[in-house]
């Protein structure tokens, strides 16, 4: 069973958000990224999601 995790380690820039959502859906961390800059900068989604998403998943074990 897939679960949804912050990474830790080399992973994790900020938080581990971005890191977390790659593993789960096998792609690489920076394709990820990318998307979640191009996604805040304009203003179409919230910063406060990143952070909501950092204070609710669950770090790596």
């Not at 690489?28 to 998403?53: C, E, Q």
Request: glycine share 10%; aromatic share 8%.
């Amino acid at each position: 069973m897939k679960r949804l995790y912050r990474t830790t380690g080399s992973d994790a820039v900020v938080c581990g958000v971005c890191g977390g959502i790659a593993r789960y859906f096998n792609v690489d961390p920076t394709i990820v990224r990318v998307a979640t800059v191009l996604l805040v900068v304009p203003g179409g989604m919230s910063l406060w999601v990143y952070i909501i998403a950092a204070l609710i998943m669950p770090k790596e074990c």
